[in-house]
């Protein structure tokens, strides 16, 4: 009976361990997108190339920010436990950065 108990124990922190560099990668990403969006490029672009192909939402607001604007990217990244567990699950990033000057 204390061996099951153990390994359960030990698979929901291997699965813990998961989401949380999940939650790490989806602020990178959003940093990533943050950048390339306050220079006047695509935030999908590098954020998509960063997913590594997982599914991941990449939203820009306000979409064409004048220079000294603030430029936020908002990125939802689908966790590697969703493939796992075989449920749904987004993790939210949010980055904002200063839209600088340029073409």
Do not use: C, F, K
Request: aromatic residues 0%; hydrophobic residues 50%.
């Amino acid at each position: 009976m204390v061996v099951p108990g153990i390994v359960l124990v030990v698979l929901v922190l291997l699965q813990t361990a998961l989401v949380g560099a999940d939650l790490l990668g989806v602020q990178v990403l959003a940093r990533e997108g943050a950048r390339a969006a306050a220079t006047g490029q695509d935030a999908a672009v590098p954020v998509r190339a960063a997913a590594g192909g997982r599914p991941v939402q990449v939203e820009v607001s306000p979409a064409a920010a004048a220079a000294g604007q603030p430029v936020t990217v908002t990125v939802r990244l689908r966790s590697r436990v969703s493939d796992r567990l075989g449920v749904e699950v987004w993790l939210p990033g949010r980055a904002t950065m200063q839209r600088e000057p340029g073409p």
